[in-house]
Structure formats: C-alpha cells, structure tokens
C-alpha cells in the first residue's frame, strides 16, 4: 500500500504493526470521546473518526467506533463509600448510558456508521479497548496523539500509552494535524 498522505506529513502519523494478515473486509475502530469538557480532546475524536473513516472507505473496510468512559454515578458511590449500588445507581447508570448512546449517534452520523458498529464501553480506555479489538476482530484501531513542546515530537495520549503490545491489531496514531486521506 501506498502514503497514506496526500500531503508530506512525516510527524503526523505513526504506526505499530502485528505480523498478521487482515480480515476482508478489514475492520478499523476508532475511539473517540464525544463529550470531555476540554474541546480539544473532542476536536481530536472529530479528526481520529475521519482518519478512520477515511482509511476504512478507502480499504473497502467496517468502520467501528468505541467510546468508553467510567460511569459518574460509579465514581459517585465509590467515592461515597457506599458498599452497594441504589437503585438510584442503576436509573443514572442507565440514563447516562443512554446519553452517550445518543451523543456517539449524533457523532458519527455523517459517517455511515452502522448501528451495530457503534460501541460504548463503560470501564478503563486501555482494558476497553483490549476487549473490543479482540471481540469484533479489529484489524486497525485508529487513536488520536498530540503534539507538545518545540520539537513537535508526537507524544500518545493516556488512552493510547498502555495497551499498544497488548493490543492483536496494528495501529495507526494521528496527530491533531493529521494529513487528509
């Protein structure tokens, strides 16, 4: 396969690879994170879903995307020192689940995502991200990185940093800046 640029962009991607052949059509699942408070990280998410879907459009692949996320009304009773959930527990974790149900739609609706692709997990990034790639057969999992200090070296995010050897499938790592596909 040819650049995956179609401009010059040494330092707007990087990839980890497996010795493994992909499945046909090759799945490719992007995290994403709709919702944060800071709109950086949602603006990366926006950037990380093109690049995937750009890749999967352009292999012919099954796009997936995952958010995952530990639920409010958890840290909520955790941090309570409450032994066991509520029912007050279960009615948020259900509205909050709904929620995210509702903002990943409205996420990747430009995109074509089919329903049964759109994932959300509820759990730590990199144990969430293990589990999906595994489960659905993900052969790329595309992630968001940033850039920091003068020498623009591409540092992975905290969602990216512990699973990359653990992980069955390659990875592509896209900049803020990511070169159009």
């Known amino acids: 396969m040819g650049s995956l640029c179609a401009t010059p962009c040494s330092s707007s991607f990087g990839i980890r690879t497996k010795s493994r052949v992909w499945n046909q059509p090759p799945a490719i699942l992007a995290p994403v994170d709709p919702d ?3 709109e950086s990280v949602v603006a990366s998410s926006r950037d990380t879903l093109y690049c995937a879907a750009s890749l999967a459009a352009r292999l012919s692949g099954e796009l997936h995307v995952i958010n995952t996320f530990i639920p ?7 941090a309570a020192g409450q032994p066991d959930p509520t029912r007050e527990y279960s009615d948020t974790l ?16 430009t995109y074509g995502v089919a329903r049964d692709h759109i994932h959300i997990e509820m ?3 990199s144990d969430c991200l293990l589990r999906a790639a595994r489960r659905y057969h993900i052969d790329v ?4 990185a940033s850039s920091l200090g003068r020498s623009q070296r591409t540092i992975v995010g905290r969602t990216a940093s512990g699973p990359l050897e653990a992980l069955p499938c390659d990875v592509l790592i896209v900049n803020q800046e990511a070169c159009l596909l």
Not at 72 to 78: L, N
Not at 141 to 144: F, K, Q
């Open 36 to 38: 944060h408070a800071d």
């Open 72 to 78: 409010a009304a958890f840290a909520k009773i955790v």
């Open 94 to 109: 259900q509205l909050e689940n709904s929620y995210k149900c509702w903002e990943m739609e409205q996420l990747v609706a």
């Open 123 to 125: 759990g730590a990034p």
């Open 141 to 144: 999992l595309v992630m968001g």
